[in-house]
């Protein structure tokens, strides 16, 4: 679980992955158990979310992190960069940005659930 | 606020608008707008949530919708659309792609606050 709102200290990594459809349960998985055995070991850590498209040609992760030094330091963990290959090597391309939340608006009836 | 996790009954939409550094601002601001002023009275809204990247070339909605169904419904609403056509004239490229969520982890520190 996460939650998305203006007025939390985290940094917002959204990385889109283009796959085949064949490729991406396959995707899926290997990220969310490069979260559980690698990702979520590391400073900074704040939470990974693995979204798969419904038209079978993406897969994403919405992942925050605490500091965009956090995310640096990630990039540089020998251990996450051997995952990253491996996911790298069933996409056919790979959009990470980071991001900061700027808005969010929710329906009255949700908020109050 | 929107809260991401594998059993709420959304599927989920991220628009990744690529944009020039000096439209970025403009495109988030209107995308904000228009939640604010025509998608959040629209039926099956869940919420948007208006990123912009650190690096000035994004700006991405995440956004929940009750069901496809409300979604394509809103592609047809005649307000949605021409605020869709002032944010496409602001960027250089739209990806919009439905999903679902099928893992997410948090941080155990985050988890408990």
Redesign the interface.
């Known amino acids: 679980?996460?939650?998305?709102?203006t007025d939390q200290d985290v940094?917002?990594l959204?990385n889109?992955f283009t796959v085949s459809p064949e490729q991406q349960q396959r995707l899926?998985d290997l990220?969310?158990e490069a979260?559980?055995s690698v990702m979520?070991r590391l400073p900074g850590?704040?939470?990974?979310?693995?979204?798969?498209?419904?038209?079978g040609?993406?897969v994403?992760n919405?992942a925050q992190w605490r500091r965009?030094e956090d995310f640096e330091a990630m990039l540089r963990d020998p251990d996450a960069q051997e995952h990253m290959r491996s996911a790298s090597k069933l996409a056919t391309s790979i959009?990470p940005?980071?991001?900061?939340?700027?808005?969010?608006?929710?329906?009255k009836e949700?908020?109050a659930e």
Chains 1, 2 share one sequence.
């Open positions: 679980m996460a939650t998305i709102a940094v917002t959204v889109v899926a990220l969310a979260t559980a979520n850590y704040v939470s990974a979310n693995i979204h798969r498209s419904l038209d040609t993406r994403v919405y965009v959009e940005h980071l991001y900061e939340v700027v808005f969010t608006d929710q329906a949700v908020a």
